[in-house]
């Protein structure tokens, strides 16, 4: 049996059996030699739609090259023998050797292989040591070009986590619907950038009217079959129904934010309660007494910890908050997300080896994933990555919503085309919520005011042509004259339409050519971001000459040209590391 049977077994606490090697300053595992050791189970779940990937080079039962039955090594590294009469302290108590250091939290979490990572349900793992037992607890699915395949550590990334109403597990019966197939009842698309300074975790909403693309899916029996598309369909549709997959998921959120997911986790209601119990309860916070018969959730006023059928409970309940919708509920599980994943990396669970067993079992147990990170050691990667982003820059939002202007009695949402299309362009062009965004913004800003800053050359050197691109008809001529009568700018001609229409005004100038730029940025009251530096052009007279494209911002000479239109997104959020009561 492998070490955590055997603890069990013996009465003996699981995290009692690691030890310290004081040659590596690492816990490693030390089995006593009352008893003989036998290889780790293989995959207890197996089937051709969820299959099981084994990870390490040395094989399925020997990551490492472990031999059987004796704990698992780094490669080229032995480990030493304990010394007799003089066993280490188990990890996380004090030895009563003088010099004996307390480990520090640092080697817990590489043991946890970065538990305290931002975990939205289930996410985290443990170390390669215990990946001989965790590697049997995954289940894959095989997404296809759903996803994009292996994992990268050196890319952003997106990882689409799902929390189903399927009625699987003990003790689960009087939840959800009896008949559910498993709908995406809960889904946030995790995104993670690339510099792993910051990441955004966006809530989409289960009833959010949405076209639910045509997916292809393989089945159980190894065959592949295109599961037809709904249009007009409530978004919680597109898993379970008809046969559709998690993939089919991951399409229709690539269709409605054009953020393509290149992962996913999907857990059930189990994952809730064994990850709070795992960590001892999570601490939520209500602003009013709860009494909710439907959800049995029943919370003081003020804070609380609940863990378990109570921690499913309250994210389950959506009668007792707000205006008792799905969005308020939302909301909650956003709280109770970030609490979670504050309590799992407080040094109350980093230092205490029993909690990271019990959080690898629970965490693991809990996941069924794409076979892309279908390995407990890619799984290990990944929360790494995770771990590098600070509690204050995970910021949690939710698609911009509108009710559905088609149904009378409001059920249903559609999504707010004032407002979601600039957040879905900030996910996808990596850009920050946080405080991190805005040390970038004011570097960029002090970039492109630095290009107005240096020489500029007289007006009768400028060489420009104007070209319309989006301004009110007849805009480039009158620019023109002014520039020429007014200002001395002779050397500019009308080119006509711009190949393609422009929100922002642009000037494109050659390197060698900045101050004529500045020059005309100057006469026309451009900000710096309005100047874009590239390649000149050829006038009329065989000279090089810049490029004004008037855009759809050109309301007529001297108006304000290229003021930055990045501003505040107007989207409510929340961080990872703030505190906040459901109400």
């Known amino acids: 049996m492998d070490a955590q049977s055997r603890g069990r077994a013996d009465n003996v606490d699981p995290a009692d059996q690691w030890v310290l090697n004081p040659a ?123 996803g994009s395949g292996d994992f990268s550590k050196d890319e952003a990334f997106n990882i689409l986590v799902l929390g189903t109403d399927k009625r699987t597990g003990s003790g689960n019966d009087g939840y959800g619907d009896a008949g559910s197939v498993g709908h995406a009842d809960t889904t946030i698309l995790l995104h993670v950038a690339k510099d792993r300074t910051n990441a955004t975790a966006l809530s989409i909403p289960r009833d959010l009217i949405v076209d639910i693309p045509d997916c292809p899916t393989k089945l159980e029996d190894g065959t592949e079959k295109v599961i037809p598309g709904l249009q007009g369909a409530r978004f919680n549709r597109s898993l379970g129904e008809g046969g559709r997959d998690p993939g089919c998921t991951m399409r229709t959120v690539e269709k409605v934010t054009g953020i393509k997911p290149d992962h996913f986790m999907m857990a059930d209601f189990n994952a809730v309660k064994t990850l709070t119990s795992a960590v001892d309860g999570v601490d939520v916070c209500v602003e009013h007494a709860v009494n909710d018969k439907q959800s049995k959730l029943a919370l003081p006023a003020g804070k609380s910890k609940v863990e378990g059928e109570q921690a499913l409970a309250f994210v389950r309940t959506r009668h007792s908050f707000g205006n008792e919708g799905d969005l308020d509920r939302i909301k909650v599980q956003q709280h109770f997300l970030a609490s979670l994943m504050r309590k799992m990396s407080s040094g109350d669970t980093l230092t205490s080896p029993t909690k990271l067993v019990k959080l690898a079992e629970a965490a693991t147990d809990a996941l069924t994933v794409d076979t892309g990170i279908g390995s407990v050691s890619t799984l290990k990667d990944v929360a790494l990555e995770l771990k590098k982003v600070p509690p204050k820059n995970i910021s949690f939002t939710t698609v911009p919503v509108k009710d559905n202007p088609a149904e009378t009695v409001k059920a249903t949402v559609v999504v707010d085309e004032s407002k ?69 700018v002779s050397k ?70 290229g003021d930055s239109a990045a501003g505040p997104l107007d989207v409510e959020k929340s961080t990872a590391d703030k505190v906040e009561c459901a109400s």
Do not use: C
Not at 33 to 45: D, E, F, H, K, T
């Open 24 to 146: 590596t300053g690492e816990y490693e595992l030390r089995l006593g030699p009352s008893a003989p050791q036998s290889p780790v189970p293989g995959p207890r779940r197996s089937s051709p739609h969820t299959a099981h990937h084994p990870v390490g080079p040395g094989g399925m039962g020997h990551p490492y090259g472990a031999a059987p039955g004796g704990p698992p090594r780094a490669p080229g590294r032995e480990v030493p023998a304990p010394r007799r009469g003089t066993p280490e302290p188990p990890p996380g108590r004090r030895s009563g050797r003088s010099g004996q250091r307390k480990p520090k939290a640092r080697k817990a979490l590489l043991w946890a292989g970065g538990t305290m990572a931002f975990v939205v349900l289930a996410t985290g793992t443990a170390g390669y040591v215990y990946l001989k037992h965790l590697e049997g607890n995954v289940d894959t699915t095989d997404v296809g070009d759903a």
């Open 420 to 488: 979601a299309p600039r957040l879905f362009a900030a996910i996808a062009g990596d850009v920050s919520l946080t405080e991190v965004e805005k040390k970038r913004e004011r570097k960029e800003k002090a970039a492109v005011a630095a290009r107005l800053q240096g020489a500029k050359a007289p007006a009768s050197e400028v060489r420009v042509q104007v070209l319309n691109g989006g301004a009110p008809a007849g805009s480039a001529q009158e620019t023109l004259r002014w520039l020429q009568v007014d200002e001395g």
């Open 492 to 561: 500019s001609e009308n080119a006509g339409n711009a190949p393609e229409t422009l929100k922002k005004t642009t000037l494109e100038y050659a390197p060698d050519q900045a101050d004529q730029a500045r020059r005309l940025a100057t006469i026309l009251g451009m900000s710096g971001s309005a100047l874009k530096p590239g390649e000149s052009v050829t006038n009329s007279q065989g000279l090089p000459a810049m490029t004004l494209t008037l855009g759809k911002d050109f309301t007529g000479v001297g108006s304000q040209l």
